[in-house]
């Protein structure tokens, strides 16, 4: 079975919903479909939400109003039949019904997280009544009776496998099969979401779950390209990647998956396979754990990124120096990107600036402290094993003419990263483009 999940944009109009139902049901083989809200619904459902934080119900019924008419819309629009349209206008009333009943009492967090489940929750009930209208063994099956997190917010595979294998053991010969992404209940019962990577992370955890063939993430873009096509002129799409290589773009700046979202899929050794709802027939990128040696494959860069360094003479030879200054920063939760040392002093880097103030002040006690805002790390990534003789001279050569605070090189064997000023980010990236993919 292949896991096919669908973003916000892919479902975002009632046509874009009859091209993912086409896209669906081509192969005729059993399907497992995941699909987010409709773009720009939860970012509603969140307003609507912020209106009941601020105990204003007739600001929340307005927009709560204004959604429902949208839907209705998309309701004419999607269905051909009046049966049809008149079951899925009877299910956006009720699910509006159910949103305009939080207007009516004491609003919580959890509260919160019940509404902006919804989106899924309508998405994928429209899928399933446009499915059955158009003749296919479809069934839909809610995330809300087998995705589950434990105490720690993290998802369960074990629950998640032993519940969804018995709901598909019990509605065996379906085509397809559908099913919210993002949305899960925790360690408590209560309606929840998987946070980092949201859908893609659903579609993980089930092909994992069901030990899927394949696991297909289809957004509005022909895979990961090798750099950044808003910035840089004539990129290209990378054909396949390692699980760490994706795993490290991703983290670095490459917004078209989710560094967690393919774990589950890595530790089960099914491919992942990047595709584009707009061109269905582009190749795309596949994940998987074939390593091609000797190739470097694609160049990102994060933003809003923050430069300490911790300069001190009592570091010389001084037991303990290291733990002390990380110490500090996870007591902020606070993660560090980069780090560099030397013999009197080291460098950080941190892309949240939430608890920046004290964090300073507790380094203090150990040295002297210089920050540096407005930065960003250029990540390289490929086979870039130190065995590979003179790849990390071309990327160093490329960066020649920009001013670099920070390398870190050696501690993956997949990324060369460089630590440059917000402003030099673009030329750093087309440098690195000509250099080393022309």
């Given at each position: 079975m292949i896991v096919m999940k669908f973003g916000g944009t892919s479902v975002g109009t009632p046509e874009r919903m009859k091209s993912v139902a086409e896209l669906t049901t081509r192969s005729g083989e059993?399907?497992?479909?995941?699909?987010s809200a409709m773009s720009g619904t939860t970012n509603t459902l969140i307003e609507i939400s912020d209106y009941l934080y601020q105990k204003n119900p007739d600001g929340a019924n307005e927009v709560i109003n204004m959604l429902e008419k949208k839907y209705m819309q998309h309701v004419e629009e999607l269905f051909s039949t009046e049966e049809w349209k008149e079951k899925?206008?009877?299910?956006?009333?009720?699910?509006?019904?159910?949103l305009r009943s939080f207007t009516k009492d004491l609003f919580t967090s959890f509260e919160e997280k019940s509404i902006v489940a919804q989106g899924e929750v309508?998405?994928?009930?429209?899928?399933?009544n446009y499915l059955h209208e158009k003749g296919v063994n479809a069934i839909l099956l809610s995330a809300l009776d087998f995705m589950r997190t434990d105490k720690n917010a993290e998802p369960d595979p074990q629950y998640i496998k032993e519940k969804l294998s018995a709901i598909l053991s019990?509605?065996?010969?379906?085509?397809?099969?559908?099913?919210?992404?993002?949305?899960?209940r925790n360690a408590y019962g209560e309606v929840d979401n998987?946070?980092?990577?949201?859908?893609?992370?659903?579609?993980?955890?089930?092909?994992?779950a069901i030990n899927a063939e394949e696991i297909q993430i289809w957004t509005d873009i022909d895979g990961m390209h090798n750099n950044d096509p808003r910035i840089v002129d004539d990129t290209e799409a990378v054909r396949q990647l390692n699980f760490e290589e994706a795993a490290e773009l991703a983290y670095f700046g490459a917004k078209i998956l989710h560094p967690t979202c393919i774990q589950p899929a890595k530790y089960a050794g099914i491919p992942v396979r990047l595709l584009n709802t707009m061109q269905p027939d582009a190749e795309g990128t596949i994940v998987?754990?074939?390593?091609?040696?000797g190739q470097i494959k694609a160049v990102a860069a994060k933003d809003n990124i923050i430069a300490i360094k911790i300069k001190s003479s009592r570091m010389l030879l001084a037991t303990g120096f290291l733990r002390k200054v990380f110490e500090i920063f996870e007591s902020y939760q606070t993660p560090i990107d980069m780090v560099c040392t030397s013999e009197v002093g080291v460098s950080v880097t941190i892309d949240n600036d939430a608890h920046l103030s004290p964090i300073v002040n507790e380094l203090k006690k150990y040295g002297t402290v210089t920050v540096d805002a407005h930065m960003c790390i250029i990540c390289v990534v490929g086979d870039l094993d130190w065995s590979n003789l003179g790849f990390e001279t071309l990327a160093t050569d490329a960066m020649k003419d920009i001013p670099v605070r920070m390398i870190s090189y050696g501690g993956s064997n997949y990324n060369i990263s460089f630590l440059v000023k917000e402003q030099d980010k673009k030329r750093a990236l087309q440098n690195l483009s000509e250099k080393l993919f022309k």
């Open positions: 059993p399907t497992f479909v995941v699909l899925t206008r009877l299910f956006i009333e009720e699910e509006f019904n159910y309508i998405s994928t009930n429209m899928m399933a019990e509605n065996e010969g379906y085509q397809i099969y559908i099913t919210q992404g993002f949305i899960c998987l946070q980092r990577g949201g859908s893609d992370y659903t579609a993980s955890l089930i092909g994992a998987d754990n074939v390593i091609m040696r």
